[in-house]
């Protein structure tokens, strides 16, 4: 039994697709007495296309919470059901790997706390959550108040002078400059200046973006490297990003070595409240590639991240007049003309449904990747190891099985008296920070980031599409899709 076993493992290493290790090996195990998945076929044109949501959430009205999508050798499964979905993330977690998205981000994350699995990841999760502590999370909340002021001052002149502006890019600056300071006490200050730091960041970004749709990982060409001056480039980017971080770890040592603050539970150096400072002080190894790893997820986990979630709130709101009012009014009452404080976070309650909301229409990421790591069962369906899964938020956000008016921007659906909606009290049907043991760890930071960035801004501009400007779309998602 355990050679045949094995034997199929082997085929299946080398890409025999399921379908014929089923045909083959179908009666072992007793086979045809399970039900099979949904198998979704003749759409996989219409998935390659750009948009790919929409033809994966045409396909889940079609075959439901679980099917299989199948390309060439290569086989999917897509998951829209939230008790699959919490079955995965929480309650069998540890028969998952991130599978597909570690092999994509390892040029740039390495072993960083979001590619991660196994012991590394679970010592490295153990060292970072703590940094992210209460006292830590209401300073950030000083930070992204003066960021934000920086953004006003920018929309101030175009005001003036009648110009439109591109929010894409400067919500993507303040963010840059945001998670900078918190994560590395690194000032960017990418909303006045392009430096070559900055432009490096842009360059590693793009890159990750441009793996995660590749249909050939050139990259691992070895000639490749040599040649391709794009390739060329991105490692010059990395190469000065890393450099840059030994210096601020160096800076950062210098300081821990010198203070004495005593480290404890809520530790936090006040002129340099970064984690960086944190791990160092809590006696990280500052040589490590790990830290480093960890330190570059971070800056791009929680960059890209909130400033699409800010992108998109604008865009929900440009739309949507009537939310727009009501929620400059909770403003103006809440804050006047002071910087929102920690206290003023559960006062706007509006403006935090609106994110709310805005993270279940526009989840950031839309599809959480997954591999099996043993075989397991999925609803009512066994599945092998080595399956790669897609859970799709999308389709859970979007469900109109879940949700009445699924597609409508609706704050007023969470009530203000309420919790504020998480996966837990949703029953995993609402996902924006993912759920179970690798669950975001800047939940708290990202939510009040986005709050105090969208609250100083309605509070002093009105906004509108520009006239003339280029239909809005969705390109591919960030760092996720390689089909
Ligand atoms: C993980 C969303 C901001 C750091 C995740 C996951 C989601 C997510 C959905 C789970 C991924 C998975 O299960 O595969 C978001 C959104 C953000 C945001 C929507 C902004 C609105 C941040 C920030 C930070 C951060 C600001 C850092 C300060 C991380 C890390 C993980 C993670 C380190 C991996 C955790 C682990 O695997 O143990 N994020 N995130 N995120 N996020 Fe965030």
């Known amino acids: 039994k355990s050679g045949l076993l094995s034997i199929m493992e082997g085929l299946a290493k080398v890409g025999v697709p399921n379908e014929v290790l089923e045909f083959l090996f179908g009666w072992f195990e007793g086979g045809g007495e399970h039900p099979k998945i949904p198998e979704a076929k003749g759409s996989i044109k219409a998935v390659r296309s750009v948009a790919f949501f929409i033809p994966l959430y045409e396909l889940y009205l079609t075959y439901g919470g679980i099917f ?7 086989s999917f499964l897509i998951v829209s059901d939230p008790s699959i979905a919490k079955h995965i993330l929480r309650e069998n977690s540890k028969a998952y790997s991130k599978g597909i998205l570690a092999e994509i981000l390892d040029f740039v994350m390495g072993k960083g706390l979001i590619p991660a699995d196994g012991e590394i990841w679970r010592v490295r999760r153990r060292a970072i959550v703590p940094a992210l502590h209460q006292k830590y999370v209401a300073a950030m909340i000083g930070l992204f108040g ?15 002078d009648g110009e439109d502006v591109e929010m894409e890019s400067l919500f993507s600056r303040l963010t840059l400059d945001i998670i900078g300071k918190a994560v590395f006490n690194y000032d960017f200050d990418s909303l006045s200046n392009d430096t070559g730091i900055v432009e490096a960041v842009y360059t590693v970004l793009r890159e990750a973006e441009d793996r995660s749709v590749a249909p050939i990982p050139v990259w691992e060409i070895p000639i490749w490297k040599d040649v391709s001056p794009r390739l060329r480039k991105v490692n010059a ?13 160096a800076i ?36 490590s590639k ?23 709130t604008f865009y929900l709101l440009s739309k949507e007049p009537r939310v727009m009012s009501k929620l400059q009014e909770e403003v103006d009452s809440v804050l006047g003309d002071q910087y929102p404080t920690i206290e003023d976070m559960k006062k706007l309650k509006y403006t935090t449904r609106v994110i709310n909301e805005s993270l279940r229409l526009y989840p950031q990421p839309p599809v959480l990747i997954r591999r099996s790591l043993e075989d397991d069962v999925l609803g009512e369906y066994p599945i092998k190891r080595n399956e790669d899964i897609f859970i799709s938020v999308w389709n859970l956000h979007r469900s109109p099985k879940l949700w009445d008016d699924a597609d409508k921007f609706e704050p007023e659906r969470w009530a203000l008296d309420g919790p504020s909606p998480n996966e837990t009290n949703q029953n995993f049907k609402y996902l924006p920070f993912g759920g179970g043991p690798r669950k975001c760890v800047g939940d708290l930071f990202a939510s009040y980031e986005t709050v105090v960035a969208l609250a100083m801004l309605v509070r002093r501009f009105n906004f509108q599409i520009a006239v003339g400007a280029p239909p809005v779309s969705l390109v591919l998602c960030r760092y996720i899709f390689k089909l």
Not at 68 to 74: A, C, D
Not at 237 to 249: G, M, P, Q, R, S
């Open 146 to 160: 003066q960021a934000a002021d920086r953004l006003c001052q920018k929309l101030d002149a175009a005001a003036s």
């Open 290 to 312: 790990q830290l480093r790893d960890d330190l570059m997820t971070m800056l791009i986990a929680g960059h890209e991240t909130s400033a699409a979630v800010l992108t998109w």
């Open 237 to 249: 980017a990395l190469k000065l990003i890393n450099d840059t971080l030994d210096d601020l770890i």
């Open 252 to 287: 950062c040592k210098r300081m821990v070595d010198e203070e004495e603050l005593q480290f404890h539970e809520e530790y936090m150096n006040e002129q340099d409240p970064s984690i960086l400072h944190f791990l160092l002080a809590s006696g990280d190894d500052v040589s």
């Open 68 to 74: 299989r999508l199948t390309f060439g050798p290569k």
